[in-house]
């Protein structure tokens, strides 16, 4: 069984909008860390959004005011709203969960485009 699994990614035009979806199974969701991770053709991963168990939500600074991160206990799941899309946001996007310290769990990524 898949611990993560995303939807929601797609092509979309520069100014657009998607919502990321995560809904994760074997693991104690309400207590986990659950973050939104992006990797660009020849760039590092890098952390997107994360929002912990308590609702707290941080986000990078390229994202911050077009993105939102929430988090739903009971459907154990996680969402990302992401409005005015830049063609820089085009990247494999994957959903994360950590209790601390380093990620324990993946999910198999989702491809967002945006086309300029």
């Known amino acids: 069984q898949v611990p993560l699994v995303e939807s929601g990614g797609g092509l979309v035009q520069a100014g657009g909008s998607l919502r990321l979806s995560c809904t994760a199974s074997?693991?104690?969701?309400?207590?986990?860390?659950m973050g939104w991770y992006r990797q660009a053709p020849g760039k590092q991963r890098e952390l997107v959004a994360a929002i912990s168990s308590n609702g707290a939500s941080n986000y990078a600074d390229s994202v911050k005011g077009r993105f939102t991160i929430s988090r739903d206990n009971a459907r154990k799941s996680v969402s990302l709203q992401m409005n005015g899309l830049e063609f820089e946001d085009t990247a494999v996007y994957y959903c994360?969960?950590?209790?601390?310290?380093?990620?324990?769990?993946w999910g198999q990524g989702t491809q967002v485009t945006v086309s300029s």
């Open positions: 074997g693991i104690i969701f309400s207590l986990s860390t």
């Open positions: 994360s969960a950590k209790r601390r310290g380093t990620v324990d769990f």
